[in-house]
């Protein structure tokens, strides 16, 4: 499953500013099949939180951008969005697969190696782990560093790293072996958010590729030695 480098939270502070709509289209627009956008919703209503995802799926469609929705299974299906992202607490992966077939892809959060390859073998087609480094979202958990990354790689689905990411480490996330990243201040809290998206969608993009030929050339080394 080819997941987007870049994964972009909006909580319930995200979409109280006025301009979140216009600002939420331009990033699916500018980023296109490369970002996904989360509602991580946590004190809005259902009502309103469905409005807010099928809106979002809709322009996601248009521009092969992804909607996520967190934790919130039922309104994931019925809003069109194109993946739930299942955090501590929430139904198990293998329960949701059960109820959504193959028509969502169905992300989780992990914090350990351990985790990763339970969630795996649940189901999960993609986990975020985290947190790598220090947030603000979660103050009190202890950073991980991009080890974590690198442990959780080995489940054999795409990683994101998450937590405290921004331009001055994601580079390093992704060379530990994460896929891609995902961010709340790095993007939201920026001058120019789409901007932001674009510069942190590059910078892990070419990580990607630094990483691919470092690896290539590992593997290349070894057969001759061998």
Known sequence: MKVPLLHVIATDEVIAAQDFPAIAERLMETGRDRVALHLRLRRT?????HRLAE?????AGATGAWCV???RVDVALTSGARAVQLGVGTLPVSAVRRI???RLAIGASVHS???ALARVREGADFLVAGAVYSTATHPDRTPAGPALVTSCAGAGVPVLGIGGIDLSNAERVVVAGATGVAVIRAVWQAADPAGAALCLIDMVSRAGSLAADATLSDRVTGS???
């Open 45 to 49: 209503d259902g009502r309103n939180f």
């Open 55 to 59: 809106q979002l799926a809709e322009s």
């Open 69 to 71: 929705i967190n934790g």
């Open 100 to 102: 959504t077939g193959r």
């Open 113 to 115: 190696a351990d985790e």
């Open 224 to 226: 001759a030695d061998a």
